[in-house]
């Protein structure tokens, strides 16, 4: 069973970064595309990041173009989300996401594997 465990949230105030992480286990990562998504409350979940298998092509919500990288490792199995400038808009749970066709996407239909969730709070 395929495990995604993410980590770095945490309450944050407006204007600050966060760095989150999230470690893969029981695939071979190295042929997954990976993303970030997220959800507010009363939200829909909503497209964060995503980056394809050899880490040459990301893509990002229109909404954190210019503040958020993602990246990523493959020799150990991690996936980044480096937060810039948050905003009060910025509050939601973040989901690490897998999708095994390893081109990168921002369907969320197309990651068929999903973390638990780690909170992010930014005060304003």
């Known amino acids: 069973q395929v495990q995604l465990v993410e980590s770095g949230g945490g309450l944050v105030q407006a204007g600050g970064s966060l760095r989150l992480s999230c470690a893969a286990s029981?695939?071979?990562?190295?042929?997954?595309?990976m993303g970030w998504f997220r959800q507010a409350p009363g939200k829909e979940r909503e497209f964060v990041a995503s980056?394809?298998?050899?880490?040459?092509?990301?893509y990002y919500g229109n909404s954190v173009k210019g503040r958020f990288t993602i990246s990523r490792e493959n020799a150990k199995n991690m996936v980044y989300l480096q937060m810039n400038n948050l905003n009060f808009e910025d509050t939601a749970v973040y989901y690490c996401?897998?999708?095994?066709w390893g081109t990168g996407s921002s369907a969320e239909a197309d990651f068929e594997f999903w973390g638990q969730g780690t909170q992010v709070t930014v005060s304003s």
């Open positions: 996401a897998a999708d095994r």
């Open positions: 980056i394809n298998w050899s880490d040459i092509n990301t």
């Open positions: 029981r695939l071979t990562f190295s042929t997954f595309a």
